[in-house]
């Protein structure tokens, strides 16, 4: 019988699989994938296959991709070749200055006429920062996936305590090094030295709702969580739904795939309800008033929609902004061209915002790390 550990990798690798074969797979199908396996046994490739089989398929057209996936992980056989995702194809359309296209006519042979012959390059991975994540096929999520795994998310940073030394003639006297300096000029302290303060990256603490509503949303956004983690030492990560859960330890592995069942396996209200007022209030109580928010950048994810008390919600809305630097609301909805926050949890928490921006592309993305490195 496999190792308990060895049997969660081949579950991460063949969800991978499944993901690269243009499946959807999301974190909490990977969970439920290990806990099929678990159940059937590893050794048992028909009950493998049937129990994969009814986790993964929504759609009767996905069985053929399931099975060639399933073939070429469990019996090693070679996949079928697919073009990269991100790779340029060249388009050569032929116009005649003299006729319009006529598609009755026989070929012809090409005489030499004034044909034009226009060039266009195009990328599928540049079209697909400007798509909505709602919108986008499995195929095209997993390529965003990995498209936000190559973000680099730079915090803002605050001046520090301490001092180092400068080469300018300004800041605070360094006598040691004016000392030293002194002694091989026969004690003339003809150099000056001196210190100036050194600065600090900020606290980055992001709150991702992963409520029912958020759900077209909710795995690009913990995949951006992810992608933070792993970038700097000075971040926090919480999923908010009924509950507050913090995440910042299991998205602190390097590998993705396993970083994301392990935050799946931790939250308990995934794809639930949301209660933001009295989840902010867990939050500021445990850790946000107590050192977590103080002098740090904190980003709510979520499309404001709230279950609970208006009032509350404004109300830790107002004692979180009082603590932290800046409070950034990413909201996807925000992107519609007739979007007006009047739902009554996002009307209350508005006041208290200072960065309002939309987060529901690869490019919105993008512009959101601009943000967050002001």
Known sequence: MPDPADADRLVVAFARVLRRAGLDV???ATVTLGEAFAAVGLEQRDALYWAGRAVVLRRREDGPVYDAAFRAFWDAEPPTAVPAPDSTETITIGLDDD????TD?????DDGGDDVQLRVRWSPAELLRHRDFAACSPAELDEARRLIADLRIVGARRRSRRHRATHRDRGRPDLRRTVRRALGAGGEPARRAFRAPTDRPRRLVLLCDVSGSMEPYARA????????????????????????TRLTRELSSRDP????????????????????????RTFNDRWGIRGVARGAVVVVLSDGWDRGDPDLLGEQMARLHRVAHRVVWVN???ATADYAPLARGMAAALPHVDEFVTGHSIAALEDLVGVLAR
């Open 26 to 28: 999301p974190v909490g």
């Open 332 to 334: 996807p909805l925000k």
């Open 257 to 280: 795939d396993e970083a994301l069942r392990a935050a799946a396996a931790r939250v308990t209200d995934w794809s639930g309800g949301t209660r933001l007022g009295d989840g902010l």
């Open 105 to 109: 006519a026989p070929d012809e042979p």
């Open 99 to 102: 006729a319009g296209p006529d």
């Open 221 to 244: 956004f913990l995949r951006f969580l992810h992608t933070a983690v792993v970038a700097g030492t000075r971040v926090e990560a919480f999923a908010v739904g009924t509950r507050v």
